[in-house]
């Protein structure tokens, strides 16, 4: 185990190294100038500049540039915004939990119903039950994200008026911003109408999560397919079989834990897609997260916000990553040894 | 009585197109506290048959058999789940492979425990998973596993080919089998190691009085520790006898070529002269000859032989061929 974790710190760092490279190359294959667009002082006077210069090293070569990118970096300095001139680091700080928020939550929605349900279809292999799923599931994978949130929208809000088509939390409920996520900060604060904005900001998330959660929740329900189906041809299921266990007893004890350890996998491998889904939905539901808030800089050209904005994403995205490959060596014993840890 | 007593079963994978006869009317009997020896080439059907038997193949092969009788019990009128009951209780099976036999993901004690048969246990249900633990400590130490507390805790994929052959064996004793089905209970295993598992089995066999189904690909292999040998080729009946009557005189022309093969009979030949042995490799299921499969490969195959031989019994030694060695001993 402590081989394995070491393996994905060494990863850690690696991918951290090519991302910030990126994120700094970034600031050279945008137009205009490099020194403008690593630090976004767009109305700096010439006297400002020269100290950017000296700060970022402009002068020196590439990868004493980088460095003092990187110690930047380290500082929590990532510039200011080109449009707002806010320093982007903070801006990342107050909208980055919302997205954590959501994307966990529409993760855990894809996960809880669509992993359950490919089970289901693999045990019913080959009967209309399996036939139905996989139709659905095609379906579900071929709507369109956006005309999807639009058409959640016209419906739930608009026509049934059950949830809300809008934001985080209604304005009523005051709540303190602490970590950022809704929930949690609810959850620490000490309004008197607590449960009442707990339940607003649940209708809130309610329909994002679950027009982001469709398209995952389909390649779940695949995935999981999948590997049940594998797992139930297996030798070892045929040797349960041959213990005299019954049908029950082996799907609860033997297929469901070793089908669960090839899909986890595969699940980081969704999240970024995830992700990508949830900026689309952000816009769409004015979610006041940093996909939003990436794609608006992206329409502003604020080149300094998208360099920041996609690192922090991309980091992000990463953790989650590496957090699902614990679960990953949690559930399978093989992964936890050296010799077969890749 | 026999305990076992199969009469023409035959194994189809079953197919929209062309359903292919895998194994074809094969018969199997066994008596109580008998060891028989079950042995042809690789991809003979040998595991399809023990499968069959214990019913674990999946929807796609389609079984049939004129006769199956378990202890004088037609298993043929029971409905499904009536045959797996009785079948799971009276027979156990290990397989061939035992890694991939245990489940990857659990350590051995839990699937040890879990094949303990709840209706063995006295105590009430607080007792039962002490009593469990303590039943599966003893089946270790019954396989000749003294290190219970490091086995017991250890994944699969930590223990040898060996131990988890061990394991299953163990596994397989947790139900007290009347029958024991061994499939190439020592493929991929040190000469030392087969040695054991044999020895164990044949203690087994002897203290308990349990029958046992060796299945193997060698035929020399299992003559130590047979009483009576059933030979099959590509699917097909051949030939069955005692030990010694299919050692020394072979009936089938196949048992003969498998026989003259073996390095022993082999050992008074001159150095670097040929090993006997048949031409030709075992036909695969999608291009199967018409009448005796053996017909390609088989040193006295005449015209006669595209239909396929009735089974001849002669003094309890039975074999399937048209033109037998019978005569020639
Ligand atoms: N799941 C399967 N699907 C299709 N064909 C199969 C399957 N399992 C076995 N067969 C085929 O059935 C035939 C008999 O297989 P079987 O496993 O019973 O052979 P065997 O005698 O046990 O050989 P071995 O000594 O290699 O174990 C082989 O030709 C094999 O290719
Ligand atoms: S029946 Fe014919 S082909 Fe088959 S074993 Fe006998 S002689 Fe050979
Ligand atoms: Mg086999």
């Known amino acids: 185990m402590l081989i394995f974790t070491l393996r994905r710190l060494n990863l850690f760092i690696f991918t951290m190294f090519l991302l910030t490279l990126l994120s700094f190359s970034l600031s050279f294959l945008f137009p205009g100038e490099q020194l403008i667009n690593i630090s976004g002082q767009v109305n700096a006077t010439p006297k400002q500049l020269m100290v950017l210069a000296e700060q970022y090293q402009t002068d020196n070569n590439i990868a004493q540039q980088y460095i003092a990118y990187i110690s930047h970096l380290f500082q929590g300095d990532l510039g200011i915004s080109m449009a707002s001139q806010l320093s982007i680091s903070n801006e990342i700080m107050s909208f980055l939990p919302a997205t954590i928020e959501l994307t966990l939550v529409a993760l855990f929605i894809a996960m809880i119903f669509g992993i359950p349900i490919g089970f289901i279809a693999a045990i019913k292999h080959r009967k209309a039950t399996d036939n139905i799923i996989l139709t659905v599931s095609m379906l579900g994978y071929s709507i369109p994200v956006f005309w999807l949130g639009l058409l959640a929208i016209l419906v739930f809000s608009i026509q049934l008026g059950w949830l809300p088509s809008a934001g985080q939390l209604s304005l009523v409920f005051e709540i303190e911003h602490v970590t950022g996520i809704q929930f949690i900060d609810i959850l620490l604060s000490d309004s008197p109408y607590k449960w009442q904005a707990f339940q607003d900001a649940s209708a809130h998330i309610f329909l994002p999560a679950c027009v982001i959660a469709l398209a995952p929740a389909t390649i779940f329900v695949r995935l999981a397919r999948t590997a049940m189906m594998d797992v139930l041809d297996s030798q070892y299921i045929r040797a349960a079989k041959a213990k005299g266990l019954s049908f029950r007893q082996i799907i609860y004890h033997h297929a469901i834990r070793n089908a669960m350890v090839h899909v986890i996998r ?26 939003r808030w990436l794609i608006e800089s992206i329409f502003q050209r604020d080149h300094t916000s998208i360099q920041g904005g996609l690192l922090a994403l991309s980091s992000f995205i990463f953790i989650v990553h590496i957090v699902i490959d614990f679960i990953y060596a949690a559930l399978n014993p093989l992964a936890r040894e050296s010799r077969n840890g890749a | 009585m026999n305990l076992l007593d199969i009469r023409n079963l035959s194994i189809v994978l079953k197919s929209a197109t062309n359903p292919i006869l895998a194994v074809d009317r094969v018969s199997l009997t066994m008596k109580e506290g008998e060891v028989r020896g ?48 009785i079948i799971s209780k009276d027979v156990a099976m290990i397989f061939q492979e035992p890694m991939a036999c245990l489940d990857p993901t659990m350590t051995i004690g839990m699937q040890l425990t879990e094949a303990v048969d709840g209706e063995q246990l006295t105590g009430y249900f607080w007792q039962k998973n002490q009593q469990r633990k303590e039943t599966a400590i003893s089946l270790l130490h019954k396989v000749g596993i003294k290190q219970h507390k490091i086995c017991l805790k250890k994944y699969p994929h930590q223990l040898n080919e060996a131990l988890c052959q061990r394991v299953m064996i163990a596994m397989a004793l947790a139900k007290r089998p009347i029958l024991l089905i061994a499939d190439e209970p020592t493929a991929a295993m040190e000469s030392t190691n087969q040695g054991q598992i044999f020895r164990l089995l044949a203690s087994l ?28 080729y590509s699917g097909q009946f051949v030939e069955a006898g005692t030990t010694k009557h299919i050692f020394e005189q072979p009936f089938h022309p196949y048992t003969r070529a498998l026989v003259d093969s073996s390095p022993k009979s082999n050992s008074g030949l001159p150095a670097k002269s040929r090993l006997m042995a048949l031409p030709g490799s075992i036909p695969i299921l999608q291009h199967l000859p018409i009448g005796c499969r053996l017909g390609p490969r088989c040193p006295r195959a005449q015209q006669a032989c595209v239909i396929a031989p009735k089974v001849t019994n002669y003094h309890g030694h039975q074999f399937s061929c048209h033109f037998s060695l019978k005569g020639s001993y």
Not at chain 1, 267 to 291: C, D, K, Y
Not at chain 2, 218 to 232: A, G, K, Q, R, S
């Open chain 2, 205 to 232: 066999n002897q203290l308990k009085n349990m029958s046992i189904l060796l299945i193997s690909h060698d035929l020399e292999n299992v003559t130590h520790w047979t009483n009576t040998i059933t030979v099959m």
């Open chain 1, 266 to 291: 595969d699940v980081g491998l969704q999240f970024a897609n995830l992700v990508t889904i949830a900026m689309v939905t952000e816009v769409i539901f004015s979610w006041p997260g940093i996909g």
């Open chain 2, 38 to 85: 079950l042995v042809g080439e690789s991809g003979s059907g040998k595991s399809l048959l023990a499968q069959a038997i214990i019913g674990v193949l999946d929807e796609k092969w389609h079984v049939d058999a004129d006769r199956f009788h378990w202890r004088g019990k037609d298993l043929m009128r029971l409905s499904v789940d009536e045959r797996k009951a």
